[in-house]
């Protein structure tokens, strides 16, 4: 299963005003040649992009927030994961794209490369809603419920080793264009895009 056709899939069925926050290096790369519209933060160092996207989903409930997060990055802080789960905000949906490796680091193995499963931490922190999937179909029926209910969800998605070959807008956005162009995505007016619970 490719990150990018999940990427293509869910960025086809996400409200113009729902906000995302990914990890680094291949997801950024893919997601922001995709997502041209709404509040996006790309490139989060490791260990990030948990912790800002649950903070961002609980200063603003009212809005979907997506983490784009990676079995690398959230290894590095799985103690955000309690916290996550603590303070629960229903309007998150976190997609954990595992390739069982550090990418860019010559495809070393991650811990979930046969040992450590990531949906059962995050279900042992207390998350209420988690799942793995390792199908194109299987991440569709886990994500649609979730886009449709307040719900904290964590999806684990299997994905293969690989990055598409797609135009390479996000290396040319600087941190500070990023910053800049998601608080004013955020500062623009929307309908609520979370059902009620």
């Not at 990427?7 to 922001?32: F, H, I, M, N, Y």
């Not at 490139?43 to 649950?54: D, F, Q, S």
């Not at 200063?59 to 103690?79: F, H, K, N, Y």
């Amino acid at each position: 299963m490719k990150r990018f056709e999940l990427l293509r899939l869910l960025d086809s069925l996400l409200p113009d005003d729902a906000v995302t926050v990914t990890s680094l290096t291949g997801t950024a790369k893919e997601w922001a040649a995709l997502r041209r519209r709404g509040a996006n933060f790309y490139g989060l160092n490791m260990g990030l992009c948990t912790p800002l996207a649950t903070g961002v989903a609980l200063a603003l409930p009212d809005r979907r927030v997506i983490a784009l997060e990676t079995d690398g990055s959230l290894l590095l802080s799985l103690g955000s994961l309690t916290t996550l789960a603590n303070q629960n905000p229903g309007n998150l949906i976190e997609i954990v794209f595992d390739n069982e490796c550090y990418e860019v680091c010559d495809e070393l193995p991650t811990a979930t490369a046969g040992v450590t499963s990531l949906e059962l931490l995050a279900r042992g922190a207390g998350i209420p809603q988690t799942q793995t999937v390792a199908t194109r179909e299987e991440f569709e029926q886990a994500l649609l419920p979730a886009l449709r209910r307040n719900v904290l969800t964590f999806i684990v998605a299997k994905i293969e080793v690989g990055t598409a070959d797609v135009e390479e807008r996000y290396q040319t956005l600087t941190g500070t264009r990023i910053k800049e162009d998601f608080v004013q995505a955020l500062r623009k007016p929307g309908p609520s895009t979370v059902a009620s619970p």
